[in-house]
């Protein structure tokens, strides 16, 4: 069991933590030893960001859909798999056949794995985290994927988008809604910054080609200047899970571009 905290006001409540961790390990019958607990402490927005929480005791994997992947409860407030796109990555799957693929802020590559195993002729997955890199390498090896025809680069996909000549059938765009890193110029704001991404992306996508792009910022406003070129459909609130109480956890268009 996964258990998130989100404390009211900042308030700390370690008899009512304890309590709630009682209930969940007595109703769903949970050793307590098995149940991971986290503290989702607000951040200031655009400073901060959630750093290392445990000590990696919690790393495992997990079968999705008929895919395996590897998770970790113990070390981040994030698993390494967002359960509310598990509709969003069977459509990436039924849809690669033949395509070449690419995932950007790939975040830990189940994206691409669904595309592997969906028939992709290649993947190419980038994300500026080391981490996420290594543990996008082992989730595609975990299902029998690799190298050629299954990348991952480490980069900043700001400026290593612009800078490709390849083209792309099947692209999968979920940016943090911000980011910063010594390793990036400057910082990245999905608010500020999607307009932008969606014309550099548009330039690397083939004829007719299919953008999935994502956001889980709270108040995100599409620009609509950013669907310029593009035509298509946004699948929320039906791409999110029905056991998702909060239907705001994402929002998701499927872009196909014009000509």
Known sequence: ???????????????????VLEAVSEVLE??????????????????????REGSGHGRFTVEEQGLKLWVNLGDYLDTGLFLDHRGTRARVRAEAAGKRMLNLFGYTGSFSVYAAAGGAASTVTVDLSNTYCEWAEANLALNGFGPPRHRVVRADVVRWLPAQHDAFDLVVADPPSFSTSKKMDGSFNVQRDHR?????????????GVLYFSTNFQGFQLDEGAL?????VELTPRSIPEDFHHRGVHRCWRLERDG
């Open 1 to 19: 069991m996964h258990v998130v905290e989100y404390p009211r006001h900042g308030r700390d409540e370690p008899e009512v933590r304890a309590a």
């Open 30 to 51: 949970v050793p307590a030893g098995r149940v991971f607990t986290k503290t989702h402490t607000p951040k200031p927005w655009g400073r901060e960001q959630y750093g």
């Open 196 to 208: 932008q991404l969606l014309a550099d992306v548009r330039a690397r996508v083939a004829r007719h």
């Open 228 to 232: 310029e070129g593009w035509t298509g």
